[in-house]
């Protein structure tokens, strides 16, 4: 695949942001599939290509990796409208650019594993697949055991609030933009994902190789 | 606006070749392209850290392409790689796959560079002219005039790389070759830009202005008072190719901050 690093500029997020895109060699022929690929806490756009062998994995596909900071992908209470950024700005970007059609797949681990629920949830027509690696499916938790550098308050606003929004995922599988539409298939991987199985209707897949999984729903899609 | 640094691979080359890409963010149609060459020492780094060029494709939605090509001369070695293949053919039909925005029509595509890089996009935009519809060369002419013989030198043994040994001036590697050939076969030319700096040896013109004078097609010369073979030079030269040679206006004045 060709690699590309850029520098872009988001009005959602009013910042230039950092992106990483692989774009299948020439042998393949688009219009492609699209893999958005979110990144853990403390991570960014190149934590997926430093930690898994990507493309032994996917070859057929765009990847895209954005960066979002420690933002959970969110609409933050205080910050970056990161949730737009990724549900909207960043895929009009890539389709004003690259070969794509609307086979859309969003994955991520740790609070990528969040985002890309998130995401789906909130954009459900948008993505056709989410897959959720060991996600920090609730990020609630660590109202009482904080994260480092991180204020809970500034991201998902005070606690009660949190409780209340679609930010709380078991408030955004009955949220406003789900009312006529249901999400999209589910995969959860890795730790965590039992106590979800049934609020998400996802799919569970605790042992094995999360890339494995990836690769399989890409190819699926 | 969108900075990018794209490792594309080249079949051509069989190598990963680093190429910046400067490219609007919602392209609205398909987008002009300029696509810039470096000089003997340089990289596709060099353009956009020594020239406003970015800020002058921003105001008038105009894509960039500046690849490396190393130690090329931007022609196919004849020792070594074809890498004038891999500019003129290659890389424009991989970027456009890549970016289906970018426009495919000859008069929306222009090929430019300074120094080593002046003589090879004169030499891609004559030896391509179904793909250029303009070229900006500047500080340079035509290499492909010049005996080269191996005399020890560093410069030299670098030159017989490219060019072998002897003069190349009967060979696709001499820019008036290509533009007599091209006339020969009636093709239609890309128009011209040629600029120098005054203080610069090749601030004449090398000899081409006589020459294209001669040929079927639009040339200009123009030499930049008080610069010499510099980037005070080039960042004028290009601001100029771009605003008034092809005469692509700013749109927007709105810039990040």
């Given at each position: 695949m060709d690699f590309l690093h850029m520098q872009i500029q988001s009005e959602a997020a009013r910042t230039p942001l950092p992106l990483d895109v692989l774009v299948p060699n020439g042998e393949h022929k688009g219009p492609f599939k699209s893999v958005y690929l979110l990144h853990d806490l403390a991570g960014n756009n190149?934590?997926?290509?430093?930690?898994?062998?990507?493309?032994?994995?996917?070859?057929?596909?765009?990847?895209?990796?954005?960066?979002?900071?420690?933002?959970?992908?969110?609409?933050?209470?205080y910050g970056y409208d990161m949730l737009d950024y990724i549900t909207k700005e960043l895929i009009e970007i890539c389709e004003g650019w690259f070969d794509l059609d609307d086979r859309r797949l969003v994955a991520g681990i740790g609070m990528g594993g969040y985002g890309a629920v998130r995401a789906a949830l909130a954009a459900p027509k948008v993505f056709k697949q989410a897959i959720s690696i060991d996600g920090l499916l609730d990020p609630g938790k660590f109202y009482?055991?904080?994260?480092?550098?991180?204020?809970?308050?500034?991201?998902?606003?005070?606690?009660?609030?949190?409780?209340?929004?679609?930010?709380?995922?078991?408030?955004?599988?009955?949220?406003?933009?789900?009312?006529?539409?249901?999400?999209?298939?589910?995969t959860l991987c890795g730790k965590g994902g039992q106590e979800w199985q049934e609020i998400l209707k996802a799919e569970v897949v605790e042992t094995g190789n999360?890339?494995?999984?990836?690769?399989?729903?890409?190819?699926?899609? | 606006?969108?900075?990018?640094?794209?490792?594309?691979?080249?079949?051509?080359?069989?190598?990963?070749?680093?190429?910046?890409?400067?490219?609007?963010?919602?392209?609205?149609?398909?987008?002009?392209?300029?696509?810039l060459y470096h000089g003997s020492t340089g990289d596709h780094t060099l353009w956009a850290r020594y020239t406003n060029l970015e800020r002058y494709a921003r105001e008038r939605n105009l894509a960039v392409v500046i690849p490396t090509a190393h130690k090329s001369m931007f022609t196919n070695m004849v020792h070594g790689q074809?890498?004038?293949?891999?500019?003129?053919?290659?890389?424009?039909?991989?970027?456009?796959?890549?970016?289906?925005?970018?426009?495919?029509?000859?008069?929306?595509?222009?090929?430019?560079?300074?120094?080593?890089?002046?003589?090879?996009?004169?030499?891609?935009?004559?030896?391509?002219?179904?793909?250029?519809?303009?070229?900006?060369?500047?500080?340079?002419?035509?290499?492909?005039?010049?005996?080269?013989?191996?005399?020890?030198?560093?410069?030299?043994?670098?030159?017989?790389?490219?060019?072998?040994?002897?003069?190349?001036?009967?060979?696709?590697?001499?820019?008036?070759?290509?533009?007599?050939?091209?006339?020969?076969?009636?093709?239609?030319?890309?128009?011209?830009?040629?600029?120098?700096?005054?203080?610069?040896?090749?601030?004449?013109?090398?000899?081409m202005t006589e020459f294209f004078n001669d040929m079927p097609c639009e040339y200009q010369f123009e030499v930049f008072p008080g610069v010499g073979h510099e980037w005070k030079l080039w960042d004028q030269a290009v601001y100029k190719f771009i605003d008034e040679f092809l005469g692509i206006k700013p749109v927007t004045t709105k810039y990040y901050v």
């Open positions: 190149t934590s997926w290509m430093r930690k898994y062998s990507l493309e032994s994995y996917i070859d057929d596909a765009v990847i895209i990796m954005p960066s979002c900071l420690n933002s959970f992908y969110v609409n933050m209470y009482d055991e904080p994260l480092p550098a991180l204020k809970m308050e500034d991201v998902f606003g005070p606690k009660e609030y949190f409780y209340y929004s679609d930010n709380c995922l078991k408030n955004a599988v009955h949220g406003k933009n789900l009312l006529f539409t249901s999400p999209p298939p589910i999360p890339m494995e999984v990836l690769a399989q729903k890409v190819r699926e899609l | 606006m969108a900075y990018i640094e794209l490792n594309v691979y080249s079949k051509v080359l069989n190598l990963e070749i680093p190429v910046t890409v400067i490219i609007p963010q919602f392209p609205k149609e398909p987008l002009k392209t300029i696509w074809d890498y004038g293949v891999f500019l003129g053919e290659e890389l424009v039909q991989r970027l456009r796959e890549i970016f289906p925005c970018l426009s495919k029509k000859r008069e929306d595509n222009f090929v430019g560079g300074l120094s080593n890089g002046a003589y090879g996009c004169l030499r891609t935009g004559l030896r391509y002219p179904e793909t250029f519809g303009a070229i900006g060369a500047f500080s340079g002419g035509d290499a492909g005039e010049r005996y080269y013989t191996d005399d020890g030198t560093y410069a030299a043994r670098r030159s017989v790389l490219v060019f072998g040994e002897g003069c190349p001036s009967e060979t696709e590697h001499s820019v008036k070759w290509l533009a007599r050939q091209l006339k020969e076969k009636g093709g239609q030319f890309p128009r011209i830009y040629h600029a120098a700096g005054e203080l610069e040896i090749s601030g004449q013109g090398d000899g």
